[in-house]
């Protein structure tokens, strides 16, 4: 049989890849900058902390094409936020800021003591505040949440990180899109490690030293009838026995 010659087709051109962009991995560098301040609305209750803004400032993206990186470097600010009732207590608890307090009086002195004596059985010493309150150990209280979840946030800026390179980006704004998801993964993973009861008890076993030194301050002042008379009380009754007389 005879051989064929050789045949010459056409170039197979193929366009459906045309916009398909190859994507290198990212290779994060990043920092965090925490700040705590008190700002925020008003809680309900005595007194809240926030995780408050957050920014991913400071972005350099760099490409690497031939060792297939994105170098990636940027800053997490946050201002986390705490936050007080600016007077009464939820349910209008009287603040008593010391033992010298002009709401103390000889009637409610022994309810004041009872209300700012730490419960060590409920969360470590969470006082009773059922008529009275303290807003600046209210205040201490909520610094020493802002400072927990700032302690945190570096480790859960590491996993965030972690995360962070494993991801893949062809464009500048794939990268900024990756970036940021990572201070929502930071706040979830700071939530995590500030649950119930544990967060509470850190914070209330802290204050308790504080709100038994102003208990038992106010129970010694009470004890040697230094507060003055409770002026919503009742006027003492007449002798009887002194006859009363007809006008």
């Not at 991913?56 to 009732?85: C, D, F, M, N, Y």
């Not at 979830?188 to 850190?202: D, F, I, S």
Request: charged share 20%; aromatic share 8%.
């Amino acid at each position: 049989m005879r051989e064929e010659a050789p045949v010459s087709l056409p170039d197979i051109e193929v366009r459906d890849f045309a916009q398909v962009e190859f994507c290198d991995a990212i290779t994060p560098w990043l920092s965090y900058s925490g700040t705590i301040a008190q700002g925020g609305a008003v809680p309900e209750g005595f007194g809240v902390t926030r995780a408050g803004p957050m920014t991913v400032t400071g972005i350099t993206a760099q490409k690497l094409p031939v060792i297939g990186w994105w170098h990636v470097s940027a800053t997490i600010t946050q201002r986390i936020e705490w936050q007080v009732r600016a007077d009464t207590g939820p349910s209008d608890q009287v603040s008593i800021s010391s033992s010298l307090d002009p709401a103390i009086n000889a009637g409610n002195w022994k309810q004041v003591v009872d209300d700012l004596t730490p419960d060590t059985n409920d969360l470590k010493g969470r006082p009773p505040r059922d008529q009275f309150w303290a807003k600046d150990l209210t205040e201490i209280h909520e610094a020493f949440h802002a400072n927990d979840r700032k302690t945190q946030a570096p480790a859960a800026l590491a996993l965030a990180s972690n995360w962070l390179g494993t991801q893949q980006a062809a464009t500048e704004q794939d990268v900024s899109d990756r970036l940021a998801e990572v201070p929502g993964r930071m706040v979830a993973t700071v939530a995590a490690g500030m649950t119930m009861p544990g967060k509470e008890e850190r914070a209330y076993g802290d204050g308790a030293g504080a709100y038994s030194r102003r208990a038992t301050a106010i129970w010694a002042l009470g004890n040697v009838g230094y507060y003055p008379a409770d002026p919503d009380a009742p006027a003492a009754d007449a002798d009887p026995d002194v006859a009363a007389t007809d006008s």
